[in-house]
């Protein structure tokens, strides 16, 4: 079991002053570790790049002054919208060979958050989970509903083998024959897991979280993971802080994780990284 979390003094951070403030922003690209083994020099380099760019989408945004939310919206779609990792383009496949996007948002000034679960036809799903949050009264969509108003917000919308890749589906492959007892080997963390996350302060002050996943390979049709669950994936609040959580989600569902976190550090007082491990633990 593989559980992870992304706070501020983690990797894939950047950190900045501008005349305003200062600003953070850190991103994730999903638990486990990929193996040296399955990684060419130019594969390792093209995980490196995709995460710079998506670092530089929300970089430029909380540089400008402006707001966490919009950074995160842009690092996650910048990372949907990359084929390595598991979230809008490149998602894993579920047993019956679909993919079923999970994506979550929220803002810690106002509390206020959007998600969406079992999407098989928006693009980018976190941007449909914003809509959510901004242009409806609910908090969480899913499937066939949350396809629907995105079409209706006019989110583009693809076909699903849009997110298709033939790793992916040789991920599937292995994990059927794993499950007929033809391999032994588990799925390795890069065949399994590749959410992505992104976490942000604004030069205001004002924090946001935003997760988006394909879930992982063989999932059951219809499994819906801690991504999109607000306060078990995905969480954000001022007083305490911004949370995107990566790792094997029926175990960040039932200790309510990222939410967890945050109650520590509100109500115990627990600094961060020790309200992290702890929650973790
Ligand atoms: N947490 C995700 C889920 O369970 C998977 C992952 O982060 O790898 O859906």
């Not at 003094?9 to 083994?37: E, P, Q, W």
């Amino acid at each position: 079991m593989r559980r992870q979390v992304k706070f501020a003094g983690d990797d894939n951070m950047s950190r900045s002053t501008t005349k305003s403030g200062r600003f953070v922003l850190a991103i994730h690209g999903g638990a486990g570790t990929i193996r040296r083994a399955q990684l060419t020099p130019a594969r390792e380099r093209r995980y490196h790049e995709a995460l710079r760019d998506a670092l530089k989408a929300g970089y430029a945004i909380l540089a400008a002054g402006g707001a966490s939310l919009d950074a995160v919206t842009a690092s996650v779609v910048s990372l949907e919208d990359c084929p390595l990792f598991n979230a809008g383009r490149g998602a894993v496949f579920n047993a019956r060979g679909r993919h079923e996007l999970d994506a979550a948002i929220m803002d810690g000034a106002s509390r206020n958050a959007g998600a969406v679960a079992g999407v098989r036809r928006a693009k980018n799903p976190i941007r449909v989970a914003r809509a959510v949050m901004e242009c409806s009264p609910h908090v969480l969509l899913g499937g066939a509903g949350a396809d629907a108003f995105a079409r209706k917000q006019k989110l583009e919308l693809v076909a699903p083998d849009h997110f298709s890749t033939p790793q992916r589906l040789l991920a599937l492959q292995r994990a059927k024959q794993r499950e007929r007892g033809a391999v032994r080997e588990p799925l390795s963390a890069t065949d399994r897991h590749g959410t992505v996350g992104a976490v942000a302060r604004d030069v205001h002050g004002n924090l946001a979280a935003a997760t988006s996943t394909g879930g992982f390979t063989n999932k059951l049709a219809g499994r819906i993971g801690d991504t999109p669950v607000v306060g078990a994936g995905t969480y954000a609040d001022n007083v305490t802080c911004a949370v995107s959580a990566t790792g094997d989600g029926d175990f960040f569902l039932r200790a309510v994780f990222a939410y967890d976190l945050s109650a520590r550090m509100r109500y115990a007082g627990e600094p961060l990284a020790r309200a992290a491990r702890n929650a973790l633990a």
